[in-house]
């Protein structure tokens, strides 16, 4: 049989070629440095962390990033068990051989190591098992890497993956002193790229503070009803301490949220669990707000977000294509989707999971709930705010028209346009009362009438609420209308600005110039959009006053 070889584009697939955003070579060795943090806690090396209770403790171990961009240079340490110095140039250089447990372990393939040679013209990795007196010290030369590959691809010189590894990397040791940490792995990025410099960017934190294991901002005061959920169903949430620049990372969940119709509020957390007979496949948490619109792109915790080990897989709209009623449905909420079976194996980018039968039942599950439970309470909060904003529109209308009439500067054709369209928002408001009481009574989703019942203080206070709680509409509330018009006629028999300033005019000259008025006014209204005619008619009327 032939002797099989791979070529040096291999190490360019595993290092430039797999991911598309540079930031997750953090995502991949903190995945790493958690795994270890892990083993060293089972070794007795770290103390164990306590991630049952309400307010996790997260024990001894630490993940460290370091950023200077002035020296382009990162590093990313953790006081985990470190490597073996025996078994330190067998580790590194088993690339895509690991020996990790496939759906225990966050990592598994043993290739997220080399993902710094892309962004970095050296990469260097260091480390010291607990209490050895030497240090091991890998040096890997990305320039050479590189051009390597170019000399492979443009056929001057033929290398192989592993010719490649042996020319670019350089095995070392020292030995240990007392300022070296006990037990620690290092990752060093030297000289940066200059076309990567978003690794030294402001939202790097925002970036991890959703992708990596890290436990909830203490602020976010529905994390402790997150946590009880996970200890009553044994279950757990991996956290580490993860800083950077010595800043710790938390996932940056609030209160309050800005939507494409103004600020909306969490008022709670709901959860679900996602059941194959007896076994928990995963489990959800979102935030329950009043879901008045889809919640802004400038807040980083939109969207449900998928997770397995608490690292984010894909990014927060991973699961927006499962909402295929209304794929906008995932903008709508914040909240976390925690994929337990250990059946889910996140593919090599971890962007999505491995196909087989337990993704196709998950995502099964998981269409079936986001269709029904959660697309009924955003469609039910959205058209919730849209019938309370009728009905105050209705009530701001009223207002409006009885100020243009105490001003005396309505013509009857205007005034007659007022009332016309004054009672066409009347009706629609009624509408909207009765929407609401129906939804009241009956709403299709589990939250509406919660939502009614928290709303209920921004209905105008001339609109009996008693309806929306408990009565169907009366015939006082449907008489609403006639009793503004009421209003609206004694207001009308005031003096208009006309009279007070021509009283000399007799009857028929005050028509003339009235119709006169209407026409002008006419003209301004169809030579141009609404906006502009009203802010040309109220400038005229200012002038006159």
Not at 322 to 331: A, H, P
Request: glycine fraction near 4%; include cysteine.
């Amino acid at each position: 049989m032939t002797e099989t070889s791979f070529g040096a584009n291999i190490i360019e697939i595993l290092t430039d070629g797999m991911y598309q955003d540079s930031k997750v070579i953090y995502r991949e060795y903190i995945q790493n440095a958690c795994d270890q943090i892990d083993k060293a806690e089972q070794l007795g090396i770290l103390n164990t962390r306590n991630i049952d209770s309400y307010y996790p403790d997260l024990g001894q171990g630490e993940v460290n990033i370091w950023r200077d961009p002035e020296k382009r240079y990162i590093s990313i340490e953790d006081n985990a068990t470190g490597i073996k110095a025996e078994h330190f140039q067998r580790t590194l250089l088993n690339v895509a051989n690991s020996d990790k447990i496939m759906g225990k372990d966050k990592g598994f393939r043993g290739i997220g190591r080399l993902c710094g040679l892309a962004y970095c013209k050296t990469l260097v990795f260091t480390s010291r098992w607990i209490d050895e007196p030497i240090i091991s010290i890998m040096r890997c030369n990305a320039e050479k890497m590189f051009e390597m590959i170019t000399e492979a691809n443009t056929n001057v010189k033929m290398h192989s993956a592993i010719d490649v590894l042996n020319e670019i990397t350089e095995f070392s040791t020292r030995p240990a002193n007392d300022s070296d940490p006990k037990h620690f792995f290092k990752v060093e990025l030297i000289d940066i790229n200059k076309e990567n410099g978003e690794l030294f960017g402001d939202d790097v934190a925002d970036y991890l503070s959703f992708v990596a294991p890290v436990p909830y901002d203490a602020n976010f005061i529905y994390r402790s009803e997150i946590y009880a959920h996970v200890k009553q169903f044994n279950l757990k949430i991996d956290e580490y301490k993860i800083r950077i620049n010595g800043e710790q990372i938390f996932k940056k969940y609030k209160k309050h949220l800005k939507t494409g119709n103004g600020q909306d509020e969490v008022f709670g957390v709901k959860f679900h669990n996602f059941m194959d007979g007896d076994s928990i496949v995963g489990w959800i948490w979102f935030g329950e707000t009043n879901f008045i619109a889809a919640i802004k792109d400038e807040e980083i915790s939109r969207g449900l977000r998928l997770r397995k080990e608490n690292i984010q897989i894909g990014d927060n709209n991973i699961l927006r294509d499962l909402f295929t009623r209304d794929k906008r449905g995932n903008s709508y909420f914040i909240g976390e989707m925690f994929a337990v079976s250990p059946q889910l194996i996140p593919n090599s980018r971890r962007d999505y999971f491995n196909e087989n039968l337990t993704r196709v039942n998950f995502e099964n599950m998981l269409k079936d709930y986001f269709n029904s439970v959660l697309y009924y309470i955003y469609y039910e909060g959205s058209d919730i705010n849209s019938s309370l904003k009728k009905i105050n529109l209705y009530e701001k209308s009223i207002a409006i028209f009885e100020e243009k009439v105490a001003e005396g500067f309505l013509t009857p054709k205007e005034h007659e346009r007022e009332e016309r369209e004054l009672e066409a928002k009347a009706q629609e408001a009624e509408k909207a009362k009765k929407n609401l009481e129906k939804k009241r009574e009956s709403g299709r989703s589990i939250l509406t009438s919660e939502i009614i019942e928290r709303r209920s203080k921004d209905i105008p206070v001339t609109v009996d609420i008693k309806t929306l709680n408990h009565t169907s509409v009366t015939s006082q509330e449907e008489n609403t209308v006639s009793i503004n018009k009421d209003i609206i006629s004694k207001n009308s028999s005031k003096k208009s600005l006309i009279d007070t300033m021509f009283p000399e005019l007799s009857k028929s000259e005050r028509k003339l110039l009235l119709e006169m008025i209407d026409k002008i006014l006419s003209i301004i209204r169809e030579s141009t959009d609404k906006k502009v005619a009203e802010n040309i008619i109220n400038s005229i009327k200012e002038e006159l006053k």
